[in-house]
């Protein structure tokens, strides 16, 4: 049904197929919503998020059953320009935590219950400094978003993707800059934890990339491939995949969100399966998720990536599932006021 | 060790004897925390949310195993003056929606694990109206705290307490305006879901009981006897018992703020272990957590009360408890950079 894919203009004509959610499921839903023992409304942002979540699974009363989380990583050559507190090797460090299990996201994976895998992407081999050069030649590129793209569980009911990768907040805010406009300055922050100095040369680092490749970041797929790094494209082939399977997805911080975005930018409406799981402390985040019109679910201040804003964030979807599929209806618990 | 009281002087004697958490589990805790495989801060609130709970409970990695959730449902004569869009007949129907397993705080406490109890409260026999006389004699009111102190489980890890009660939004825009001044329509909203007119109606009573009981309001346990409920009261008995046996406390909407609040006002610091749940959709919610000093941990629109803000912001906790005592360390991961 959503086969892989093997040049960057395949993956182009499978954003043009994008399904729509379930109209039918929808509507149960809502009425559904409308007979629980609750005032209207009363349960807030859990209401729509059921809705939403019915609507792309097309089931009226859902339950979160098998939720998926891969985490995707990637080394960054613009890293040579002193853009972040930790040194490359960190890259695959944290690959070996994830998989034994000792990071921050396999204990928020664990307590979703979601399956959770890790995909190191050519860690040896950098991307190339994109203030000098393309990140990534074509081919690449088109195997990153294929990694994405075969990564998700075709049975998953829900999807999370998290990245890992020194030097990657400054590849997404090079990116955010490229799709959304605005001044480097306005989309870099401390990211793992440079200070105030580091700042101001991510800054410099984002002006000098955009700089470099001008117009050619116009296209938004171009965008990715030229500032952005693997595991950005991955997770935006991830996402895509998503998509045509109507797996609904929640986006984690800064990263992941800027890898969404050049989904959005090519096709606009392409992350209505999507909801924004958490504002990140990175300052573009916020900015970010306003130009796609996210609203995050959380704000606790969290800045790790890996997807664990996300992650914590599957624990409020499923609550309202619960709410939503599990209470009784006025009728049911011969309650006065429904 | 926490035997229960017969008297309101009784009550106010305990809280002379509020216990601190202890200090050298909050330093290992936070040592602990600086250890971890992240970089320092990065996850946010769930760092000082580990830690905060790791000093209540004494532990450096603890973990939340009997979490629990225990709703007050009361009547109220206040309910004769129109202040709320359903009859007083709905306490007793949610009660037994409760006990029937199909309210929100059903599917919530169970996502949470948490064992759930629901205590009426005289449903039959509403306090009087308190813009005439006090809600409560002294007798009732002091029954009304220890029903609150006696529902508490010894080994729980963690307390919720919510309520149901029709009215009880206005007799918490009163407490609040007791406690902490203002007009009476800062503090009332739409509730349930009254109109516009019924919103005035509601700032009406609240300054008409402002008015009546006049400075004898001032001692914040006179003001919950006198414009409170008995669900009020009881849940101030819980979270004060809560308190004398360093069971942290996850506090939900405006009604138990509000109720939370007189204890504060009686002894300030009494509120040290407990933490914001939720702000709620109901306006004197986000004035009285500021006024606490509360930052909330979830804010999702969500206004119907029963302990349900309070029951999802358990995942947050238990996010953060599984990320401080589940991660693995720099040393352990041999990861550079810790």
Redesign the interface.
């Known amino acids: 049904m959503t086969p892989p894919f093997t040049s960057l203009a395949a993956f182009r004509d499978r954003l043009t197929e994008l399904p729509a959610p379930d109209a039918a499921a929808t509507r149960a839903a809502e009425a559904r919503d409308g007979a629980?023992?609750?005032?209207?409304?009363?349960?807030?942002?859990?209401e729509s998020l059921a809705v939403w979540y019915a609507g792309w699974r097309g089931v009226e009363r859902p339950r979160l059953v098998t939720p998926q989380i891969a985490v995707f990583a990637g080394n960054h050559g613009v890293t040579a320009r002193g853009v972040s507190?930790?040194?490359s090797?960190?890259t695959a460090?944290?690959v070996?935590?994830f998989e034994?299990g000792?990071?921050?996201i396999?204990?928020?994976a664990?307590?979703a219950g979601a399956r959770f895998s890790v995909h190191p992407l050519s860690l040896d081999a950098p991307t190339a400094d994109f203030t000098e050069a393309p990140a990534m030649p074509e081919a690449e590129f088109t195997a990153a978003l294929a990694a994405g793209w075969a990564a998700v569980a075709p049975d998953a009911d829900l999807l999370v993707v998290g990245e890992m990768g020194i030097g990657n907040t400054t590849s997404a805010a090079a990116l955010a800059a490229a799709l959304h406009g605005g001044r480097a300055a306005d989309w870099v922050g401390a990211g793992?934890?440079v200070a105030q100095e580091g700042v101001a040369r991510k800054a410099e680092v984002v002006a000098a990339a955009l700089a470099h490749h001008g117009a050619a970041l116009d296209d938004p797929l171009e965008a990715l491939r030229r500032v952005g790094g693997r595991e950005l494209a991955a997770m935006a082939g991830a996402i895509a995949r998503a998509r045509l399977q109507r797996i609904p997805v929640i986006l984690d911080g800064f990263i992941c969100t800027a890898s969404a975005a050049a989904l959005e930018a090519a096709r606009p409406g392409a992350l209505d399966h999507a909801v924004a799981g958490h504002v990140s402390?990175e300052p573009g985040h916020a900015r970010l998720l306003a130009s796609l019109g996210k609203e995050p679910?959380?704000?606790?201040?969290?800045?790790?990536g890996e997807g664990?804003g996300a992650?914590?964030a599957i624990?409020?979807l499923?609550?309202a599932l619960?709410?939503h599929s599990?209470?009784?209806t006025f009728a049911?618990?011969?309650?006065?006021?429904g």
């Open positions: 629980l023992t609750k005032p209207p409304g009363a349960l807030g942002r859990l507190a930790f040194p090797e960190v460090q944290m070996a935590n034994a000792g990071a921050a396999n204990q928020l664990a307590l793992t934890g402390a679910l959380l704000a606790l201040g969290m800045r790790l664990t992650a914590l624990q409020v499923r609550g619960e709410c599990g209470m009784a049911e618990a011969r309650v006065a006021g």
